[in-house]
Structure formats: C-alpha cells, structure tokens
C-alpha cells in the first residue's frame, strides 16, 4: 500500500444523527501492488477499483475531482492532477480515503 496523493487536512464540522463535531478531514488515494491484501466494506464488497476504471470517463490530460462526504460542512472538492493518475499502470487498485480528527476532547 502506498498513498500516491494526500490533501492536507482542512477544518469542518461532521454532521451526523443531528450531532455536530469539530475536527479536520483530509483526502488520500492509496495505491495497492498486486498481491497485497485489499480492504473491504464492513459489508464484505470491494473498496478498491482499478486504476483504469477512474480514469475511463477523463479526458487526457484531465484532472480527476472528488466530492467530499456529504456529512462535512464546507469542504472543497479534491482535484487529483492528470500526472498522478497517469502513473498508474491501469490495472492496479485504487483507493479514495477520507480521513477525519476530531479536534479537542
């Protein structure tokens, strides 16, 4: 596993189940070498896709956006250049990872 992008945290506000939490989230793409384990949903589906398969719909030379998780108040969407997802060979997993710290206790 190697994170080929990572967005430094911004401060938010998570919204859940009408609580609201102050904290920081950031963005990673991880990268997964064949023969690693690949993480699952606590369902059991997959949560990695080929790198092929994110950049079918770009055009070349075009950046890759990610929405944010719609729980986290004022986060811009997360902009992955071109270069970055042409260094993939197409078939290796990809996984977007958004990550949240509370901040205080």
Partial sequence: MKVVF??????????????SVAGTIGFRLVRYDAG???P???DGQR????AASWRSGLKPGQA???EPPPDYA???????PS???????????VRVQWFF???GS
């Fill in 6 to 19: 990572e967005s430094p945290p911004v401060p938010t506000v998570r919204n859940r189940n009408g609580q």
């Fill in 36 to 38: 690693e384990p690949l």
């Fill in 40 to 42: 699952t949903t606590p």
């Fill in 47 to 50: 949560d990695t896709w080929p």
């Fill in 64 to 66: 890759l956006t990610i």
């Fill in 74 to 80: 004022g986060v811009p969407s997360i902009v992955i």
């Fill in 83 to 93: 270069a970055v997802l042409q260094t993939l060979a197409d078939d290796t997993e």
């Fill in 101 to 103: 710290r509370r901040t």
